[in-house]
């Protein structure tokens, strides 16, 4: 059963992607408001249905590749009925060891959820990062289709683009929710 009415869910390998949800998750509370926050890997994927809001996270590994644990669920997102859910997503990556791939699971995990009729918030400007190309990208190149975090290469804008993305996100969900 959910406590709260949004969750968070995040897949990791090496932790990057728990520690920034757990950011956001934090500024959230800022607003008086509690979220759910779950490793993909310990749940069932069923639940996602009971959230008015998801937001979810995925850092990008080998060339382009999808982190394991999120994989594994691919076929089962796809399957789920969204249809009142507005959806975030955050993606972990290294824009100057892998610029040809920067965050491509982001614009997989997009991919895999159109046919759910879920609603999408919180797109993020490409302004700031220095990457070739980027599956998320999905609209435009200005436009990655959620928030960009890069821990390896640019740790110091991680807080300022968390705290800004989590206040664009409160003001999308007000507009979606009215
Ligand atoms: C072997 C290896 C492959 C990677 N491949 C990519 C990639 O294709 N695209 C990208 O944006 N980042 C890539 N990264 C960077 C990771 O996504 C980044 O370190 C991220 O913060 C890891 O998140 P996690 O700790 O939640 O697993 C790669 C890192 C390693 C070590």
């Known amino acids: 059963m959910a406590n709260a009415s949004i969750a968070l869910i995040y897949g990791t390998d090496t932790n990057n992607t728990e520690q920034v949800g757990y950011k956001?998750?934090?500024?959230?509370?800022?607003?008086?408001?509690?979220?759910?926050?779950?490793?993909?890997?310990?749940?069932?994927?069923?639940?996602?249905?009971?959230y008015s809001m998801l937001i979810l996270g995925i850092p990008t590994w080998d060339f382009g590749g999808i982190q394991?644990?999120?994989?594994?669920?691919?076929?089962?997102?796809?399957?789920?009925s969204l249809e009142n859910t507005a959806i975030a997503l955050y993606g972990l990556g290294d824009q100057f060891g892998y610029g040809d791939y920067f965050i491509d699971a982001v614009g997989w995990l997009?991919?895999?959820?159109?046919?759910?009729?879920?609603?999408?918030?919180?797109?993020?400007?490409?302004?700031?990062?220095?990457?070739?190309?980027?599956?998320?990208?999905?609209?435009?190149?200005?436009?990655?289709?959620?928030l960009a975090i890069d821990e390896d290469q640019q740790f110091e804008l991680t807080d300022q683009r968390i705290e800004q993305w989590v206040i664009q996100l409160y003001a999308e969900r007000a507009v979606e929710a009215a």
Request: with cysteine; glycine share 8%.
């Open 110 to 146: 997009y991919e895999k959820l159109q046919g759910t009729k879920a609603s999408f918030i919180g797109e993020w400007p490409t302004q700031g990062y220095d990457f070739e190309a980027s599956r998320a990208c999905i609209h435009d190149k200005e436009h990655f289709v959620g």
């Open 68 to 80: 394991a644990d999120w994989e594994d669920v691919g076929d089962s997102l796809s399957e789920l």
């Open 24 to 50: 956001i998750a934090k500024q959230w509370e800022n607003f008086g408001e509690q979220l759910d926050v779950f490793n993909i890997k310990d749940i069932d994927i069923n639940q996602l249905e009971q």
